[in-house]
């Protein structure tokens, strides 16, 4: 079992930063994949970003490539999303989650674990 919890939403004006932090607690974390999603008011949940177990692979929606940078600490068992540039179409609760296989070999990310999601919201 692995627990998720995501922390350092808040608001923020456009063009702004936030960085987000998931810490992954359980002693099956070793050798997750893990991702970013978000879901907007009247939304679908949608992807974000992925890392694999290692930190060297990564991937990316559209909407946020070039201005987001997923990274992980395993030391720490914990997820970083570096958000810069921000827009008020990022507002939206932000979750992390976990994927028991490490995405060395696809950065789809089939999520078995979610955290309970932290708010951003960005002004104009």
């Known amino acids: 079992q692995v627990q998720l919890v995501e922390s350092g939403g808040g608001l923020v004006q456009a063009g702004g930063s936030l960085r987000l932090s998931c810490a992954a607690s359980?002693?099956?974390?070793?050798?997750?994949?893990m991702g970013w999603f978000r879901q907007a008011p009247g939304k679908e949940r949608e992807f974000v970003a992925t890392?694999?177990?290692?930190?060297?692979?990564?991937s990316y929606a559209d909407s946020v490539k070039g201005r987001f940078t997923i990274s992980r600490d395993n030391a720490k068992n914990t997820m970083y999303l570096q958000m810069g540039s921000l827009k008020p179409e990022d507002t939206a609760v932000y979750y992390c989650?976990?994927?028991?296989?490490?995405?060395?070999?696809?950065?789809?990310?089939?999520?078995?674990?979610w955290g309970q999601g932290t708010q951003v919201t960005v002004s104009s």
């Open positions: 359980g002693r099956t974390f070793r050798g997750y994949g």
């Open positions: 989650a976990a994927d028991p296989r490490d995405l060395s070999q696809t950065m789809a990310i089939t999520p078995h674990y």
């Open positions: 890392i694999n177990w290692g930190g060297g692979s990564t």
